[in-house]
């Protein structure tokens, strides 16, 4: 299940779609997108055809980058994604693109895709690592002027962090 905090940024802010099929990465900005209440990814399909295309050709493995402009608090969300063409969420979508798009003919909703969260990756540094330091025994330290974090007797550079939090 997601926490609070990364269903807040999901809800509020533009997401990045990433997929790979044949060593190919492709990255899209998505804006027709929610989070059920059960905790699953929905993003409409308006000009998806790549990244549909790599689902199939990889058994369905996406990654999700999202953060708050604000404060930079970001996670990276990967999962499994399987593609539906009808139900309520498409008909919400169609509803949703059909009203920003003013019915023109290039901007039609075709179906939507369901992500299934696997992991959630914290992407920032600041407020967000905070919260977790009591949890896991995180310190900083500073040498040369950078900050290090140490977890048990691991030593992190900055630009080297990542948290993990449990699905």
Not at 14 to 26: H, R
Not at 154 to 165: G, W
Request: charged content about 25%; aromatic content about 8%.
């Amino acid at each position: 299940m997601l926490n609070e905090a990364v269903k807040r940024v999901l809800k509020e802010s533009m997401w990045d779609l990433a997929t790979c099929a044949g060593n190919e990465p492709n990255v899209v900005p998505v804006a027709f997108k929610d989070v059920t209440e059960a905790g699953r990814l929905v993003v409409g399909d308006v000009f998806l055809e790549t990244t549909l295309n790599n689902l199939k050709a990889n058994g369905g493995r996406i990654a999700i980058s999202v953060y708050d402009a604000k404060n930079l608090e970001g996670y990276q969300i990967k999962g499994t994604a399987e593609y539906v063409t009808e139900g309520e969420v498409v008909r919400t979508f169609k509803a949703m693109v059909e009203k920003m798009f003013q019915g023109a003919e290039t901007a039609k909703a075709k179906g939507a895709l369901l992500i299934t969260p696997e992991q959630v990756i914290v992407t920032t540094l600041g407020q967000t690592i905070k919260r977790f330091w009591h949890k896991t025994k995180l310190q900083v330290k500073r040498c040369h002027g950078k900050r290090l974090f140490v977890i048990g007797k691991h030593l992190i550079a900055e630009s080297r962090f990542t948290v993990y939090i449990p699905v």
